[in-house]
């Protein structure tokens, strides 16, 4: 079999395809042959070696993947054998064979392509996990995605718009287009414009009732000012830290100092709510998950999920997949293909 392996914290060169021996289910495990697996932006930290959750170097990586059940343990029902199935991993995941439980795998709803289940699970558990779990979003709120043209982002607005919320979203400007094709209600440039100053004015200095901020540092600080009373700000990621020279230590060290404090006296007068968000520390809430994923699914069905995959790669061109997102080039989901 085959892995994308990070051979050491460096640059996207540091990306190498090897061989390693085929693996056997366990009891309760089955062995997949994957179509494609999702990259995720915690992946691209984990090769800059800035991610702590991040196995020792070398390692792969990787969270989610699509394919067919080709082995079953002794335990598994048989039913599932040459099923097309997507699921989660504890890393490993960029591979062309993966072994993992089973009840980490979902049956692929027969409207998706391989590329399109793989790119589910992280992306869109995160954004429900953001939105109607902790964030408890209605139809009577507003909703402010950062970075909305990325992957978490536009499965968040589509779960936003499915709710009936009024979608506002962070993006560079090329991007504008697509996203209000794709049912933004108002698009806002990050890069040339004040984003808080715009926020304000299109909603009469009132704010917004919830937040979703993968960015980090200073910056939640800002997301935190822009919320209205009643409102909730949900952190999920540092990407201001992402830096695959030696300053991404230092990056990750500023954002670190810059991260606020929300004194509970201040959220009380305030009546504004902080959490967080880390999918990589919910493995031992599997029910919780398979939960969430079955009302995920159920949109597939019902045809307001619709993931959206900018492009695909193959394992040699791993490290072109990571500049590409790197230099914030994608519009939804990068996968790899074997």
């Known amino acids: 079999m085959k892995k994308v392996m990070i051979t050491k914290a460096g640059g996207v060169d540091v990306l190498d395809v090897q061989d390693f021996p085929a693996p056997s289910p366990q009891r309760n495990e089955v062995v997949i042959t994957t179509k494609a697996c999702g990259i995720n932006f915690a992946d691209i930290l984990a090769r800059q070696g800035l991610y702590p959750d991040a196995p020792q170097l070398p390692t792969c990586v990787g969270y989610e993947f699509s394919g067919i059940v080709t082995q079953v343990g002794p335990s598994v029902d048989p039913s599932w054998k040459d099923k097309a199935v997507f699921g989660l991993t504890r890393f490993n995941g960029y591979a062309d064979t993966i072994c993992v439980p089973v009840d980490q795998i979902f049956e692929k709803p027969d409207s998706l392509t391989f590329e399109q289940a793989a790119a589910i699970p992280v992306n869109y558990l995160t954004a429900w996990q953001l939105l109607v779990v902790m964030g408890a979003l209605t139809a009577d709120d507003s909703v402010l995605i950062h970075n909305v043209g990325g992957g978490v982002g536009l499965a968040a607005l589509e779960i936003a718009k499915h709710i009936g919320a009024t979608t506002y979203g962070t993006a560079s400007p090329g991007k504008h287009r697509f996203l209000v094709e794709k049912g933004l209600d108002h698009a806002i440039d990050y890069r040339s414009a004040n984003w808080e100053d715009e926020l304000k004015a299109l909603t009469n200095g009132l704010g917004v009732e919830l937040i979703t901020d993968p960015i980090g540092g200073n910056h939640w600080r800002k997301s935190y000012r822009a919320l209205r009373a009643t409102g909730r700000l949900g952190m999920f990621g540092i990407s ?6 030696w300053q991404g230590k230092v990056k990750l060290l500023k954002t670190a100092v810059q991260m606020p404090f929300f004194h509970p006296v201040n959220l009380m007068n305030t009546n504004k709510a ?11 809430e599997n029910e ?9 699914i159920d949109g597939v069905n019902e045809g307001w999920i ?3 995959v900018d492009c695909s790669f193959t394992f040699d061109q791993a490290a072109a997949a990571h500049q ?3 230099d914030r080039k994608n519009k939804g989901k990068v996968v790899l293909t074997p």
């Open 288 to 296: 919780k998950i398979r939960q969430w994923m079955m009302h995920i």
């Open 240 to 245: 201001a830290a992402s830096d695959s020279s």
């Open 306 to 308: 619709n993931p959206h």
């Open 324 to 326: 590409y997102i790197e």
């Open 274 to 284: 902080v959490f967080g968000v880390n999918m990589g520390r919910l493995w031992h």
